[in-house]
C-alpha cells in the first residue's frame, strides 16, 4: 500500500509544484503524402494528420482527468516538410503550412511542427524553396512551427544556411511586427537537431521513425525547487540525490501517461524527453531552482556550475523511470517563458553572453530571447554560428529561437502571452560580424578525439 | 478499478461523514481510510473501488471536486496507478 505521505506528496506536486505533463505530441510520418501535384499532396496531408490525430486531444484530456494530471498540450509533428514538398511542383511551401494548419485547428492542437528542412550539409532547392517560404508561413498561420538544421558534430556548420537564416529571422520579425514579432517564436534554428523532439517549435517527426508514434514531454521546475528549499545549505552531494530522486518520479508520471497515451491511440509509444520546461508562471522557473541553490540571482558567477549539476541530475534521474528516453532531454532555459529569468534579465545579471555559457551545459540553447528590433541579420547570423558551434564541438543539440523586435529596443519588453510570456529586450554586441556571415561555405566537422 | 481519494481542507464537523455519503451515493466502495488533522487542517487518503460507478470516471472525479469546493475542501480522485508509478519501482 502507498503510504499518506506519499499521496499527499503526488497531491501537493501537481496542486501547488505545477506539476504536469508538458505534451503529449504525436509524430506523424507524411513520407507517404508526396505527390507531384502540390494541390493533392496538401489534400493528402490535411487527410492523414487528420485520421490519425482525430483522437489526440479528447484521449489526452481523458487521461488528464483520470489521473488528475495535468497535461498542458496535444501537439503534432511530421516529416520535415521540405522532404514531403521537395517533389511536388510548387513555387512556394506557403501551401504546405496552411495545410498543416487546417489540420491542427481540425484537431485541436495548438502547435504542430515539422515546416521544417535538414540543411547541416547541403541544401537542396526544396529544402532553399521552405527556407524562404518560411517567413510568410509563419506570418499566415497560427499553430504552424518551423526549424531548420545548420550544423551537426558530423557535417560541421553550413555557414550559407546560417548566413540565410539570419535574414529568414529578420524577415519574420518584420511581417509579424505588429505582434512583437511573434513569427520568430515559432522559428528554431538548430545544430544536431533530434528527430524525437516533441517540444515546439522544434518538434519534427524524423525520417527514422516509424508511420506515427507517441512522445511525451515532462515539466516539474516547480517540484525540483520545492524539494531543494528542504536540503537548503547541505552540500552538492545532497543537492544532486534530491533532484535524481524528484526527477525519477516526474519522469515516472510522464511514462505512465505515454503508455497510456499510446494504448488508448494504438500508437506506439516513442520516447519521454526528461525535461525541466518552466512557464511564466511564478513557482515554476528554471532560474529559481538556480537561485535556490545558493545564486543570489541567477547569471551571477556559478550558475552555469549550477545548471550543469541539475541538468546532469535530472537525466540521471529520468533515464531509469523510463523504457525510453530521447528527444532533447535537459533543463530548458527560454528567457521569456521563465519567470526567475525574467527576473534576471531585468536585474542586468543575465546578458546573452551568459546564456550562451549556459547553453554549453544544458539542454538546447538560446531561447526565446529578445534584441532590438534594428539587430542586424549579420549579427544574427554570427549569433547562430556561435551557438551552432557550441553544439557541434560539444555533441549536443543546440538551438536558437531569437527575436529581433521590431520597434523594440534594450529596456522594452515584448509581450507575447501565455506560455509563451514576455521578453526583456536583450543587448547584442554593437561590432560588425558582416565579413564573417558573408565568407559562406562550411565550417568542417570538428575532431572526436584529442578532446582537449 | 482502484482509485485514491484525498480530501484537504480546514477541520470541520462532518467531513467524513459527507464524503462517504457522497461516495456511497456514487457507488464507490471504500476499501481503506487514513485520516488525521495536521495542524488545523483536515487531511483524509482513502483506497476505493470504483467498480461499480454508472457514471464516467472522470464525470464522478469533476462531481466529488465541485462538490467538495461547497464546503471549501479539495477533493481529488485519481487512478491509484499514478501513485504506484510515482512511488515505487
Known amino acids: 500500500m502507498i503510504t499518506t505521505s506519499e499521496i499527499l506528496d503526488t ?43 482525430g483522437r489526440l486531444v479528447a484521449t489526452g484530456e481523458d487521461i488528464e482527468r483520470e489521473y488528475g494530471i495535468p497535461i498542458v498540450n496535444k501537439r503534432i509533428s511530421v516529416t520535415p516538410m521540405a522532404l514531403v514538398a521537395g517533389a511536388s511542383d510548387a513555387r512556394d511551401y506557403v501551401p504546405f503550412a496552411v495545410a498543416m494548419e487546417k489540420a491542427a485547428k481540425a484537431t485541436g492542437v495548438n502547435f504542430i511542427g515539422g515546416f521544417s528542412a535538414l540543411v547541416q550539409k ?34 560541421g556548420i553550413n555557414m550559407d544556411a546560417v548566413a540565410m537564416m539570419g535574414r529568414i529571422i529578420k524577415d519574420c520579425a518584420q511581417r ?43 515539466s516539474g521546475p516547480g517540484v525540483v525547487h520545492h524539494a531543494l528549499q528542504s536540503v537548503k545549505g547541505m552540500p552538492f552531494d545532497v543537492v544532486a540525490e534530491t533532484i535524481k530522486k524528484t526527477a525519477f518520479r516526474v519522469t515516472r508520471m510522464g511514462q505512465l501517461v505515454a503508455q497510456e497515451a499510446s494504448r488508448r491511440l494504438g500508437v506506439p509509444f516513442g520516447i519521454v524527453d526528461l525535461s525541466l520546461a518552466p512557464t511564466p508562471a511564478i513557482g515554476d522557473s528554471v532560474g529559481r531552482i538556480l537561485e535556490e541553490m545558493g545564486l543570489e540571482v541567477c547569471g551571477a558567477h556559478g550558475t552555469t556550475a549550477a545548471l550543469a549539476l541539475l541538468n546532469d541530475a535530472v537525466k540521471k534521474g529520468g533515464v531509469m523511470a523510463s523504457s525510453h528516453v530521447g528527444g532533447l532531454s535537459g533543463a530548458f532555459i527560454p528567457v521569456s517563458e521563465d519567470e ?31 534584441v532590438p528590433g534594428d539587430t542586424s541579420a549579420d549579427t544574427i547570423s554570427a549569433i547562430l554560428a556561435d551557438e551552432a558551434a557550441i553544439g557541434m564541438v560539444n555533441s549536443k543539440t543546440t538551438a536558437v529561437r531569437i527575436i529581433p523586435a521590431p520597434g523594440k529596443q534594450v529596456g522594452d519588453t515584448v509581450e507575447f502571452g501565455g506560455l509563451l510570456g514576455a521578453a526583456p529586450v536583450m543587448p547584442v554586441r554593437p561590432f560588425s560580424s558582416h565579413a564573417f556571415v558573408t565568407r559562406g561555405g562550411r565550417i568542417p566537422a570538428p575532431m572526436q578525439s584529442l578532446k582537449n | 478499478m482502484r482509485a485514491i481519494v484525498t480530501v484537504l481542507g480546514k477541520d470541520d464537523i462532518g467531513i467524513l461523514s459527507f464524503i462517504t455519503a457522497l461516495l456511497a451515493e456514487q457507488k464507490v466502495s471504500v476499501l481503506d481510510i487514513s485520516q488525521t488533522i495536521m495542524r488545523e487542517y483536515f487531511t483524509m487518503v482513502m483506497l476505493v473501488d470504483c467498480a461499480k460507478i454508472e457514471q464516467p470516471f472522470d464525470a464522478l472525479a469533476a462531481y466529488a471536486q465541485a462538490e467538495g469546493e461547497k464546503r471549501s475542501l479539495s477533493v481529488h480522485i485519481q487512478r491509484e496507478d499514478l501513485f504506484h508509478a510515482m512511488h515505487r519501482i
Open chain 1, 176 to 218: 509579424t511586427g505588429d505582434r512583437g514579432g511573434f513569427g520568430c517564436a515559432k522559428l528554431v534554428v538548430f545544430c544536431n537537431a533530434v528527430e524525437d523532439n516533441p517540444f515546439m517549435a522544434g518538434a519534427f517527426h524524423g525520417v527514422g521513425e516509424g508511420d506515427c508514434v507517441i512522445n511525451v514531454g515532462v
Open chain 1, 122 to 155: 547541403g541544401i537542396t532547392p526544396g529544402d532553399r524553396k521552405l527556407i524562404q517560404s518560411i517567413p510568410e508561413a509563419l506570418a499566415q498561420t497560427e499553430r504552424v512551427c518551423a526549424s531548420v538544421n545548420v550544423g551537426s558534430t558530423k557535417a
Open chain 1, 340 to 370: 526567475g529569468m525574467i527576473a534576471a534579465v531585468e536585474r542586468g545579471a543575465l546578458t546573452l553572453d551568459k546564456l550562451e555559457a549556459m547553453t554549453c551545459v544544458c539542454s538546447v540553447g538560446l531561447d526565446m530571447v529578445a
Open chain 1, 11 to 53: 497531491v501537493r506536486m501537481i496542486d501547488q509544484q505545477h506539476l504536469d505533463v508538458r505534451t503529449i505530441t504525436m509524430g506523424i510520418s507524411l513520407l507517404d503524402c508526396i505527390d507531384a501535384s502540390q494541390h493533392a499532396a496538401c489534400q493528402k496531408i490535411y487527410e492523414k494528420i487528420t485520421r490519425y490525430a
